[in-house]
């Protein structure tokens, strides 16, 4: 027989249910998960804007969501982060103003701690998504953050499973954990995808930059660079191996 609860109570629980939160991953997975973060970017007040449509002041501090960025290193002082070149103003200046000051924080809601972007780049034809899509940010914090190294798509084959945490939806949703599988070879001339891997995963706007980690050596593999629907068609994703070189030589402030 059914029980019928007092509406007092069954208030309470509604409430209960509402306010519990979901627990985090577990194992290797939540180490992925803290080590990924959102990243922001805010023109301070009275930053200059120059358009088509004149000469604009910004009245007070103006700051959005952007991506999502990865631990990758331990540096002294702090960690080097790693994202997508296209989703900072240098290497975008033609969707996001000059003059952004970088911050990142552990997820939708929480502390933001600024960062120094130390190099961005986007090298691609305008007809093609292939070329190197980076950017390396330097965080100073003591605390302690666990880091994702940098590894080689060639150590795993197509089918291997995967794991991906990122902010799709940005600020309307919150931090996300994906695992998805290597969906094709990495992509040769006459490509326009060339030096891209495909990832069978969800995400959608606000992935961008995020690491692709193998399930196997428990390392980046690729950065999410381009999508769909962020469902059905998998995710376009730059090689590891095709910037680690550079990533690694970038100088420290």
Do not use: W
């Not at 309470?12 to 509402?18: E, F, H, P």
């Amino acid at each position: 027989m059914r029980r019928i609860l007092p509406l007092v109570a069954v208030i309470a629980l509604l409430s209960s249910s509402v306010s519990a939160d979901v627990k985090a991953p577990r194992g290797f997975d939540n180490q992925v998960y803290k080590a990924s973060m959102a990243l922001y970017g805010t023109l301070p007040k009275g930053t200059v804007i120059v358009d088509e449509d004149g000469t604009t002041i910004v009245p007070e501090d103006v700051t959005h969501f952007l991506c999502t960025v990865t631990a990758f290193r331990k540096v002294k002082g702090g960690y080097e982060l790693i994202g997508a070149g296209h989703c900072t103003a240098e290497g975008n200046p033609e969707s996001l103003p000059k003059g952004l000051v970088y911050s990142v924080a552990d997820n939708i809601g929480t502390e933001h701690h600024p960062v120094k972007l130390l190099k961005a780049v986007v090298d691609s034809a305008d007809d093609k998504l292939g070329g190197r899509d980076y950017a390396v940010y330097y965080l100073k914090t003591d605390a302690k953050i666990p880091v994702i190294e940098l590894g080689d798509e060639n150590k795993v084959e197509v089918g291997s499973p995967t794991v991906n945490v990122n902010f799709s939806l940005g600020e309307n949703l919150t931090k996300q954990l994906t695992r998805g599988y290597v969906a094709s070879q990495t992509a040769k001339i006459p490509s326009k995808m060339e030096g891209m891997i495909l990832i069978q995963q969800f995400d959608s706007h606000g992935a961008s930059g995020s690491a692709v980690v193998s399930e196997k050596t428990h390392k980046i593999i690729s950065l999410v660079i381009a999508g769909h629907d962020g469902s059905t068609t998998p995710s376009i994703c730059e090689t590891i191996s095709s910037i680690k070189v550079e990533v690694l030589a970038v100088p420290l402030p």
